[in-house]
């Protein structure tokens, strides 16, 4: 596909971004977009590879490797390199309801996978994948397709997220009617609360799609917790089928002294407010501002990131962010092979608006927080710290054993928890007395997605757990499929 010398012949170029600096002074999305010559001659460099892993969508030592959704990333490649960008895009939405989002967020385990990326680097697919995607939007190629024919047969999905959103789109196109219900103020779930406005706009890339599938004949209730403002039983009368994807949204707490300190909060209760402020214009009664504080974030990850991010556009007054881990090499380890997914040191954007704040890279690696000090009026003072390294224990576990000697106290008015989560919230699990798996999570067969109970199935983080977007899209596609055939004995989706 694309040029066979191009991968010779061209270098990896990505698009400019907004300075740091000048990033830091709103809530807009920071990257630029690249010429369409420029992008056809990245298309270029896709180097008809024989068997390329970009769209394998494996699972690697745990990881993603290739595309989960199986895109036809060599394909497109060639359309752009040849300027058939329509074509293009026909052929991204054969597997993809939402590139838009995709060629936003996700990190794009397709580039990790790239056979150039073995000597060279990789082809720039996430953002050949972005700028298709755009060109669509703005040519006015991307429309409401309501389906010809309607099936009669009534789906409820639970949860707006990326794996509902797949889920909708995909049974509404095989001809269901669609209702989804979101307990939040507005549909979106992870990609409208949970993701922030720089990296994700909400106005301008999420409502526009949300609209599209309105249109389409998808029907969104929000402020609707189903279990709490509607029984789950009334689902099970009303509907023929049910999917849920609901998320796993309950976050993984710090059990050290301290933790009841006024001014300690999960991330998604910081980034949530927030992004309500942003789209409300002004802060709700739960905004939580990092405005001239000192700020520790405990854990990693895109989360972490986003509040690093956030944080510096409210002008904290200084931030730090703990990880427990130690820092990637950078480059491969001998045991960290191609095409796994490159475990490497990064600066992702909120790191290198913090280096452009303060001078260097925010992390404190092998650091692990061991209590919380509060002042005379309950409230966060400051966070207590020491350096970890990981050893062996007698059952061969690598745990974390504290450091003597490295004990430090940093200041803090605000500590964000960004360590992950730990599966679905259960209380609507409960009410629907679903069996559940060892971790919490709703039992369904992957590839299956149906649960305990005929007629409904389970789709994204609240069945496989903490995951991308990208395998959240792939589940609500999978479970869409698999709904299909229960309400209709066969299915044409793909």
């Not at 939405?93 to 936003?104: D, L, Q």
């Not at 996978?113 to 006015?140: A, D, F, H, R």
């Not at 024919?149 to 196109?173: C, D, F, I, M």
């Not at 260097?360 to 692990?368: A, F, G, V």
């Amino acid at each position: 596909m694309g040029k066979p010398t191009g991968f010779l012949e061209y270098t990896r170029e990505i698009p400019q971004e907004l300075s740091p600096g000048d990033r830091l002074r709103n809530w807009d999305e920071f990257h630029l977009t690249m010429p369409d010559e420029q992008v056809e001659t990245q298309g270029a460099r896709c180097m008809d590879c024989g068997t390329p892993f970009c769209h394998t969508g494996n699972l690697i030592s745990g990881m993603a490797s290739g595309c989960p959704i199986n895109n036809l990333i060599p394909e497109f490649n060639d359309l752009v390199y040849r300027g058939l960008w329509r074509e293009a895009l026909d052929r991204l939405h054969k597997t993809n309801n939402f590139p838009e989002f995709t060629g936003r967020v996700c990190p794009a385990p397709c580039e990790g996978s790239c056979v150039l990326g073995i000597n060279n680097p990789p082809v720039t697919i996430k953002n050949i994948e972005y700028s298709i995607i755009e060109k669509g939007w703005q040519e006015g190629w991307v429309t409401p397709e309501p389906p010809a024919k309607r099936t009669g047969k009534k789906v409820a999905v639970v949860g707006s997220g990326p794996a509902g959103l797949a889920a909708a789109a995909q049974l509404n196109k095989a001809g269901h009617w669609v209702t989804v219900y979101e307990r939040e103020d507005r549909p979106g779930g992870l990609l409208m609360y949970g993701i922030p406005n720089m990296k994700l706009d909400k106005e301008e890339v999420v409502l526009r799609r949300l609209n599209v599938l309105e249109a389409e004949g998808v029907t969104f209730v929000c402020n609707t917790e189903i279990g709490k403002d509607l029984p789950p039983e009334t689902l099970l009368k009303d509907y023929d089928a049910v999917v849920l994807c609901t998320g796993a949204t309950k976050p993984r707490d710090l059990a050290i002294a301290g933790r009841e300190l006024e001014g300690i909060h999960f991330a998604m209760e910081f980034l949530t407010a927030n992004t309500k402020a942003i789209l409300n214009k002004a802060p709700g009664p739960d905004f939580i501002s990092a405005k001239d504080k000192d700020v520790v974030i405990i854990g990693g990850g895109d989360t972490g990131t986003d509040c690093v991010g956030t944080s510096l556009r409210h002008g904290c007054r200084s931030l730090v962010q703990l990880e427990i881990m130690p820092k990637p090499p950078e480059e491969r380890a001998a045991n960290n092979p191609w095409p796994e997914w490159p475990k490497v040191y990064k600066m992702d954007y909120g790191q290198e608006e913090a280096a452009a704040v303060y001078g260097h890279d925010p992390r404190s690696y092998l650091t692990t927080a061991t209590k919380i000090e509060g002042d005379d009026q309950g409230r966060v003072k400051a966070v207590h710290t020491v350096d970890v390294r990981w050893e062996k224990d007698d059952q061969g576990r690598f745990i974390p054993q504290q450091v003597a000697g490295t004990e430090q106290v940093r200041p803090a008015q605000l500590v964000l928890l960004a360590m992950g989560f730990l599966g679905p919230e259960s209380q609507l699990l409960d009410a629907m007395k679903l069996a559940k798996d060892a971790r919490g999570n709703v039992k369904a067969e992957y590839g299956q997605y149906e649960t305990s109970i005929p007629g409904v199935f389970a789709a994204g983080d609240c069945r496989r757990g903490q995951s991308l977007v990208v395998w959240a899209f792939n589940e609500g596609r999978g479970a869409a499929k698999a709904c299909d055939v229960y309400l209709m004995g066969e299915t044409d989706l793909p």
